[in-house]
């Protein structure tokens, strides 16, 4: 737990026709390095995040869909973890989206 990901793809652009494409991106980040005089790499917190860009189109993948993906893909991503309910101990869970407009200032 010494490095973090930024921007990190292990997936191809996955196809759905009429419903458009998307691909994931991964972040992961150590957290607690230096808080109480821990050491990088003594600290095994680590903040992990999955995004992609999707318009708002009615058609593209809903977000539960996306959500659902994060945990199947989170054991592919970090091999260490083969069941997330199980090899986890969340301290938070945040799922967002972030509206883009075509026309913004």
Same mark, same amino acid.
């Given at each position: ?7 990190? &793809?292990? +997936?191809?652009? $996955?196809?759905? %026709?009429?419903?458009? =494409? *998307? =691909?994931?991106?991964? @972040?992961?980040?150590? !957290?607690?390095?230096? $808080?109480?005089? #821990?050491?990088? %790499? &003594?600290?095994? !917190? #680590?903040?992990?995040?999955?995004? &992609? ?6 058609? $593209?993948?809903?977000?539960? &869909? ?6 199947? *893909? ?5 091999? +260490?973890?083969?069941?997330? @309910?199980?090899? *986890?101990? /969340? #301290? $938070? !869970? *945040? /799922?967002?989206? /972030?509206?883009?407009?075509?026309? +913004?200032?």
């Amino acid at each position: 737990n010494l490095i973090g990901d930024i921007i990190y &793809t292990n +997936s191809e652009v $996955r196809d759905f %026709g009429e419903n458009g =494409q *998307l =691909q994931y991106f991964w @972040e992961a980040f150590p !957290v607690g390095i230096g $808080r109480d005089g #821990k050491e990088p %790499g &003594t600290s095994d !917190v #680590k903040t992990t995040y999955m995004f &992609t860009y999707l318009d708002a189109d009615e058609k $593209r993948p809903s977000l539960s &869909t996306v959500m659902d993906d994060y945990w199947n *893909l989170l054991p592919i991503y970090q091999p +260490s973890i083969t069941d997330p @309910e199980k090899d *986890l101990d /969340f #301290k $938070r !869970v *945040l /799922f967002a989206y /972030f509206p883009t407009y075509r026309d +913004s200032p």
